[in-house]
């Protein structure tokens, strides 16, 4: 079983940059697809960005609203997935969680119930 622990989360203006990481241990870290999610205050979890295990062939996926912002990616020698943001925005203001799974997965794992384990979240706050 995979523990994650997130950071680099914080308060910024509109238009900064932050570089969210997270931590794997417990697992085989290059065998899981990774990914991040974020939840906004009386809204649902929602997916924006996943990275999958190297064999796969598969490439990095983006939500709509964080694409060219955001750059998500996997250092398997630290053990480490990162989100880079962006040109931040107010509306991307919510607490972040990263998010594994040893499956190999499509579009569905835009949503959460892909994903086996969770780390505690990381809060992301940009004001205007």
């Known amino acids: 079983q995979v523990q994650l622990v997130e950071s680099g989360g914080g308060l910024v203006q509109a238009g900064d940059s932050l570089r969210l990481s997270c931590a794997a241990s417990?697992?085989?870290?290059?065998?899981?697809?990774m990914g991040w999610f974020r939840q906004a205050p009386g809204k649902e979890r929602e997916f924006v960005a996943s990275?999958?295990?190297?064999?796969?062939?598969?490439?990095?996926d983006y939500a709509d609203s964080v694409k060219g912002r955001f750059t998500i990616s996997r250092d398997n020698a630290k053990n480490t997935v990162y989100l880079q943001m962006n040109s931040l925005k107010p509306e991307d203001t919510a607490v972040y969680y990263c998010?594994?799974?040893?499956?190999?997965?499509?579009?569905?794992?835009?949503?959460?119930?892909?994903?086996?384990?969770w780390g505690q979240g990381t809060q992301v706050t940009v004001s205007s």
């Open positions: 998010a594994a799974d040893q499956g190999v997965g499509g579009k569905e794992t835009h949503g959460s119930f892909w994903w086996d384990y």
């Open positions: 990275v999958p295990v190297v064999w796969s062939g598969g490439a990095t």
């Open positions: 417990g697992g085989t870290f290059n065998s899981y697809t």
